[in-house]
């Protein structure tokens, strides 16, 4: 039996090593908000700077032993955040457990991730498409969870020219990709206004990966 006909009903195929995870999260969606509040207060979110001096559209921090960070120095992860000079909130939990069976759901096992970048959206914030390739060993999956309101996610493929699929990312879904896929193309559109219950008029995107 292949692959594709082991994964659960919530794994739909994006593109090769590429999944969605339709509502994923949602099993657990209470503790993972409280623990998602409990971080932002410890480590409030903040829009960084590129190498090249211009404002991210997202506002970012991070939990984990590295955090994920950008300045005139370049992007790179830290072990402390620069705003305080203290250590990144530990991972929860709830994090680890769903990073952990998500990726195993479709067949990346043993997944343990040392730094969950965390995005939170404004309506109008975007994510040009990018590569995630700072962490330093890339037969690591990365597992990226949307809470809050709703995201127009873009994959592409190896090289920027490729034309992305889009995918609507409601609370609770989950996308996971490595392999092959590992270094393709990504970003959000721009938010449009919505509202959630527990989180408002904003979206947060949990990103976990095995940085160092």
């Known amino acids: 039996m ?3 006909t082991q994964l659960s009903t919530q794994a739909t195929p994006i593109t090769t090593d590429a999944y969605l995870l339709a509502g994923f999260a ?11 509040h409990s971080i932002l207060i410890t480590s409030p979110p903040r829009q960084m700077m590129t190498p090249m001096g211009c404002t991210m559209s997202a506002a970012i921090t991070n ?19 620069p705003s305080n000079g203290l250590p990144w909130p530990s991972l ?3 994090f680890l457990r769903l990073a952990d069976l998500a990726a195993a759901q479709v067949g990346f096992v043993n997944f ?11 309506v109008g914030a975007r994510m040009g498409l990018h590569q995630d390739k700072d962490e330093l060993d890339f037969s690591q999956p990365i597992v990226s969870v949307s809470l809050g309101i709703p995201a127009i996610f873009q994959f592409g493929g190896a090289k920027r020219q490729n034309k992305p699929i889009n995918l609507t ?11 092959v ?18 989180l408002g008029a904003l979206r947060y995107n949990l990103t976990f990966r095995k940085a160092g």
């Open 2 to 4: 292949d692959l594709l």
């Open 63 to 81: 939990c984990g032993s590295l955090g994920w960070v950008s300045d005139a120095k370049g992007y790179r992860y830290t072990a402390l955040n």
């Open 92 to 94: 929860p939990d709830s």
């Open 26 to 36: 949602l099993a657990d969606e209470t503790q993972l908000v409280a623990d998602l």
């Open 112 to 122: 343990v991730p040392d730094a969950c970048i965390i995005n939170q959206y404004q």
């Open 169 to 179: 990312l409601h609370h609770g879904d989950v996308v996971v990709w490595g392999g």
């Open 181 to 198: 896929a590992r270094l393709h193309f990504h970003g959000i559109k721009p938010l449009k206004l919505h509202h959630h219950a527990s």
